[in-house]
Structure formats: C-alpha cells, structure tokens
C-alpha cells in the first residue's frame, strides 16, 4: 500500500517537505531525511516534467513516496506524473467541484475515471490495484474555494484537502504574509478541517517550522510539509555566514 495512504488510514500526522530544485541530487537528500514524503514542486519550483523521472528514482531509492504538484487542473499532465511514478498528486487552485471532479477523474483508470493506460514506470498488477492507491489533494487557496468547500471535499476521488495559506491570504485580502497566523487564514484553516473530516478526508497545509506543525496538528491538519530544500540551504548559509561574521 502506498505509505501515504498507509499513515493517513492509521490516522497518524505525516510530515514532508518541498522540493524545489530541479535535479536528481537534492531529491536523493530530501528522499534520505526520512520524510513520510516529499513533494515535487512543478507549480512554483524549478521542476518541470521532464526532470521528474531521475527525481523520482532518486526519490525512491531512499524510500520515500513522492507527491507531485503539477501546474494546474491539467489532465494530461496529471496521467502523465502518475505514470513517472508519483504516489500522489496536488493541484493547485481548485476552486470548485467541478475543477476537483476533473482532477480526480484525470487520476484513476475506468470505471472511475479517464486516466489512460501507459504506465512508464508503475509496478501496479492492476488498474484496480493503482486506483486504490494512488492519493489525490486539491489545493484550497481562494475565497471561491471556501464557498465550495463541502462540496469539493465530498468529490468523489479527493482523498485530501491543503490550504495554500499564502495565496488564501491574498484571496481574502490580506497583506503577504508567509506565517498563516492571520485569524482569517487560521479561521480559514479550521473551516478545511471541519470540511475534510465531514466527508471523511483529510486536511494538509504547510508550516512555518516544527513549533507550528505542532500546533496544526492539534487542530487536526495531518499532511504538513516542515520546510523546502531551498529554505534549508539558506538557513545554513545564513547560519554559516553569522558564525564566521562574528569571528572578525
């Protein structure tokens, strides 16, 4: 069973990262960390399709699952990471029902939806088998979306619901904020819990750190990313630098 899907359904927290950077080397770090995943991002990082089978592998040889967020509500292009090998799919900027349907629909083989057969990678027996397996989360980011939210949550194929709490943020009007401790974004959050868990989903979001996964999880959010492999190398960096700038 896909470890994702594994962890949520023995209903324990998981915790990832980001992959921002494009390349085989970082993804094998990341997939080495221990991480109970990690995600790929082909939205806003420097992966695109074509770099994701090497950080697949390198992914894989470290044990870890691999989520890939894609840029949009593209079908094709979600078949297509699927069949690289990607455990499970985010995509951003769902909005409503709709929009969900068309992903879940893109993520899984008839009956259950439109995904065409070509697996590149898969060690799947069956199509029921990847069907069962493969995990869906659409990203709540927009005003429109929480107007939809019990509707997208109870989509058919939405395994989880992730705040993008920045994006939200602007969406509700809020200055740029990279904390998601505005009440509204916190108000906003819980209202994606209660959604998720009503239709028997599950709720993900990204933290600031450790100290603020803490917290998420006690409100119930269960897939949290901890950080991105661009924010550890700054962080080190930063770290590095102030200790040899004090030593002049």
């Known amino acids: 069973m896909n470890r994702i899907r594994q962890a949520l359904a023995e209903g324990r927290p998981t915790f990832g990262a980001w ?22 991002d082909a939205q806003h990082g420097g992966v695109v399709v074509g770099d994701l089978v090497p950080m697949l592998q390198a992914l894989q040889l470290g044990g870890t699952p691999a989520v890939v967020r894609v840029p949009w509500t593209d079908p094709p292009t979600i078949m297509r990471v699927l069949d690289f090998g990607a455990a499970g799919v985010l995509v951003p900027m769902v909005n409503t029902p709709e929009e969900a349907a068309a992903a879940a629909s893109a993520m899984r083989y008839p009956p259950e939806g439109i995904r065409s057969y070509g697996q590149t990678r898969s060690t799947y027996r069956s199509t029921a088998e990847a069907n069962a397996d493969v995990v869906l989360l659409v990203m709540i980011e927009t005003a429109e979306a929480l107007d939809h939210l019990d509707a997208i949550a109870a989509t058919p194929g ?34 994606v819990v209660a959604a998720a868990e009503r239709a028997g989903k599950f709720a993900g979001t990204i933290s600031a750190g450790p100290e603020q996964a803490a917290e998420l999880v006690r409100r119930g959010v269960r897939f949290i990313t ?20 004090s030593l002049k």
């Open 158 to 191: 939405v395994d989880g619901l992730f705040v993008g709490p920045v994006d939200l943020g602007l969406s509700l009007g809020l200055p740029l904020d990279f904390t998601a401790s505005a009440h509204p974004v916190v108000d906003a959050t819980d209202r």
């Open 226 to 245: 901890l950080g991105a492999d661009v924010g550890y190398l700054r962080a080190g960096i930063a770290r590095d630098k102030a200790t040899a700038d």
């Open 19 to 40: 992959s921002i950077l494009p390349g085989p080397l970082p993804a094998e770090l990341l997939g080495g960390a221990g991480f109970d995943w990690v995600i790929l």
